[in-house]
């Protein structure tokens, strides 16, 4: 994948959003399609970027929040403290035509949050923790950062970084914001050179050392190779010391028929039947609807939108509708 996107060309793209932090671009809002008059409503879940407004948009749907509990990595929070770009899983109800829902709860864990180690011009490209993050043309920047210099990102300050997981194992950033001073660290991905005699594993180039964490809620009681984990502790001597190590929020088994939407990159690519957005399984059948393009198009790193329901394995989304998106360009 081709990271080449010069400086100029991101900041005249910025430009055109008023600005990189604040109120919702209004590009590409079209929810899901049910049958005109429909009454219906049903539990749903949404996993995305979120457009923060009056409620908050997630993959289309506009949410209500006024009963919502809203969680940001870990801590209770509320819906004025999420920020249009964040990466957001919604529990809830949609209803109406499939526009409007009602959020019963609402999940931001930040894919990083740790120390930028070094800065990448010519990519647009930071490292963070071991990790590469690739800043586009709809990267989002918050307060203390200038959406017209990548170099206003310093070495060694810490960040909180939300984006999509590439094929190759960096994250496109959908939203950049400098953390608080006492944020823990934390890191978002597959864990890989799982050893768990030694009670460790890396997550990219990251070194996981989860001997002593805290609290430890994975599905098997310890991490296998390619489970996508959360890791929060304290990074040192380019090492994280997990004090807490969870399964990440909305990859579980959930009920057969059940709706959900999901925003992301392909990561894995079989075939146009079967492939991976992120932490998720996704398959197609001969009845799936694609907007934007065609099943042809499909590949790694191709940005999707997937509008589905569980399969009978309880795991993987059988899409209903898939929409190709060109938001990222780099």
């Known amino acids: 994948m081709k990271h080449a996107l010069r400086l100029n060309s991101l900041f005249i793209a910025?430009?055109?959003l008023a600005a990189c932090?604040?109120?919702?671009?209004s590009v590409d809002i079209t929810g899901p399609s049910f049958k005109a008059g429909s009454e219906i409503s049903e539990p749903v879940a949404s996993i995305g970027t979120v457009r923060v407004n009056g409620g908050i948009r997630v993959n289309g749907v506009h949410y209500?929040?006024?009963s919502a509990t809203v969680l940001i990595n870990g801590v209770v929070s509320t819906k004025d403290d999420l920020e249009t770009g964040q990466f957001v899983q919604v529990e809830g109800r949609v209803g109406g035509l499939g526009l409007t829902g009602d959020a019963t709860f609402v999940n931001m864990d930040a894919n990083i949050i740790g120390p930028v180690e070094s800065v990448d011009f010519d990519d647009n490209a930071l490292t963070v923790m071991g990790q590469t993050?690739?800043?586009g043309t709809t990267t989002r920047?918050?307060?203390g950062l200038d959406p017209n210099d990548l170099g206003s990102v310093r070495l060694g300050a810490r960040v909180a970084v939300n984006g999509f997981a590439t094929g190759d194992g960096g994250l496109e950033a959908t939203r950049i914001d400098l953390a608080p001073a006492d944020a823990m660290a934390q890191v978002i991905g597959p864990a890989i050179a799982v050893d768990n005699g030694q009670r460790s594993f890396r997550v990219g180039a990251l070194d996981v050392d989860y001997g002593n964490s805290r609290v430890i809620e994975?599905?098997?009681?310890f991490p296998r190779a390619g489970d996508t984990v959360l890791v929060r502790g304290v990074f040192a001597n380019d090492m994280l010391v997990?004090?807490?190590l969870r399964a990440t929020y909305a990859t579980g088994p959930r009920a057969v028929r059940q709706r959900v939407y999901l925003e992301g990159l392909v990561t894995e690519f079989t075939n146009t039947g079967a492939f991976d957005v992120g932490a998720h399984q996704v398959s197609t059948t001969g009845t799936t609807q694609y907007r934007n393009g065609v099943a042809e198009d499909l590949g790694v790193d191709s940005q999707i939108r997937v509008y589905g329901r569980i399969g009978s394995d309880g795991v993987t989304i059988v899409a209903d509708t898939i929409t190709h998106m060109t938001l990222i360009e780099r």
């Open 64 to 66: 209500d929040t006024h």
């Open 141 to 143: 920047f918050g307060a």
């Open 218 to 221: 994975l599905p098997s009681g």
């Open 21 to 25: 932090d604040g109120g919702g671009i």
């Open 133 to 135: 993050v690739f800043v």
């Open 242 to 244: 997990a004090d807490e």
């Open 14 to 16: 910025c430009a055109t």
